[in-house]
């Protein structure tokens, strides 16, 4: 069953690029956890890292519950509570399997292959115009795999800490620097600001990782990666023109000209206004989790692009900020539960030894990155952003809490 687990994880980081076929492999396993949890109840719920992981999920869970009574569209809200649940267990049948260090590195191992998979193929796809798939470049961004949405970018940056870990494991130096070199110049050309943030946060945290491993400062580490970053970054802006106006683009945030920070947002102002007045106007729980767009249009102003763009009476499809996401969904109940969350993670990390640290840290950073509340994000409360978050959360618990007693012939001992 613990190889079930693994493989199937790492397949679902694998199917990411297509729709909602990731969902298929956490359906599966947490269909696994379920029927675990019914035949062992009393040695699953009496697990402390079972009962964490409980705690983290109903800070995230509960106050979608809590936003249905000023939900403007309750079915979406209802049909999100129950898809929700698939993450809970889903966690809780990780956490259950996770033996010892040795799935740490097999995990590891597996999504960095899926990794290096959508890397090589963005590079064909640049090179010559298509990739392994016969998805065509973009004139825009690298999109590789992800076909005709630009989320390469995204969840290859998200996704990175665990390749640098991986990287810091191979033997050949010459092959580190070619890895970390290629990892480097597809999420640049990949064009995601949001993606360059996340990946900034990740190379911090793995820093830190080399520290916390290695128990000193490597000061020639850390000039060299700061010197291949700047060498690709450098590299891309003078010879590759989409990215040299992204990047020119981006820059206008700090001009000081509101029309120009729009513009260097991508329009995400009014946006961003909205989801201020829907907080203003139901601040405690929020107008329903997913149901910004469908409340978008009576709190936009009557010149905003966003309104009724799509023709079916919806407006923006998300906040495209986390903090904004949650406010004006779920309001300050959903705030404190993300602040719950967050500090339940630190509290973990704070109390851990450094065996624990050292087997929970790519998950560790994986979250920080994408929990970093200062960066654009998908909308918090779907399907395919959500199972990152658990994806990540529920690893995390399960590296950080192996002092407990394993699982063992199928059965779950007590910790």
């Avoid at 699953?44 to 519950?65: C, N, Q, T």
């Avoid at 206004?273 to 249009?297: E, L, W």
């Amino acid at each position: 069953m613990q190889a079930a687990v693994i493989y199937l994880s790492s397949l679902a980081v694998f199917l990411t690029p297509f729709a909602r076929a990731a969902e298929i492999p956490i359906i599966i396993l947490a269909l696994c956890g379920l029927v675990m949890t019914v035949r062992n109840y009393r040695a699953v719920v009496e697990r402390k890292s079972i009962k964490i992981y409980s705690l983290l999920f109903l800070m995230l869970w509960l106050p979608i519950i809590f936003s249905m009574p000023d939900a403007v569209k309750i079915s979406v809200v209802i049909k999100l509570i129950f898809e929700f649940v698939r993450f809970y267990f889903f966690g809780v049948l990780v956490i259950c399997k996770f033996e010892d260090g040795k799935i740490n590195n097999k995990i590891v191992s597996l999504v960095s292959i899926v990794l290096i998979i959508w890397i090589v193929d963005a590079l064909i796809q640049k090179l010559v115009g298509y990739d392994l798939l016969g998805f065509p470049l973009s004139p825009k961004r690298l999109n590789g795999i992800f076909g005709r949405h630009f989320k390469l970018g995204l969840y290859l940056a998200v996704y990175s800490p665990i390749l640098m870990v991986y990287i810091d494991r191979i033997k050949v130096k010459y092959y580190k620097i070619l890895l970390f070199c290629l990892l480097s110049l597809v999420i640049f050309l990949a064009g995601s600001r949001g993606g360059w943030i996340m990946y900034a946060v990740g190379c911090t945290g793995i820093l830190g990782y080399l520290y916390l491993k290695y128990q000193t400062v490597n000061l020639k580490l850390v000039i060299a990666v700061a010197s291949l970053m700047v060498v690709v970054f450098g590299a891309s802006y003078l010879y590759v023109p989409t990215f040299t106006a992204r990047v020119d683009k981006s820059l206008l945030v700090f001009s000081g000209d509101l029309k120009l920070v729009d513009r260097a947002t991508s329009s995400r102002l009014p946006i961003w206004t909205v989801a201020v007045r829907m907080f203003k106007d139901h601040p405690i729980n929020g107008v329903g989790a997913s149901d910004f767009r469908y409340a978008y249009n009576d709190y936009a102003d009557k010149d905003d692009p966003f309104a009724n763009a799509s023709g079916d009476g919806t407006g923006a499809m998300h906040s495209h900020n986390m903090i904004f996401d949650i406010g004006c969904e779920t309001g300050t109940l959903g705030l404190l539960g993300l602040v719950g969350f967050c500090g339940t993670l630190l509290f973990l990390w704070i109390r851990a030894d450094r065996s624990q640290r050292l087997n929970a840290a790519p998950f560790a950073i994986g979250l920080l990155a994408a929990l970093f509340p200062l960066n654009t994000h998908f909308a918090f409360y779907s399907g395919a952003w959500s199972q990152v978050i658990f994806w990540y959360a529920a690893f995390y618990i399960a590296a950080i809490s192996m002092r407990e007693n394993p699982a063992v012939d199928g059965n779950v001992q007590r910790g």
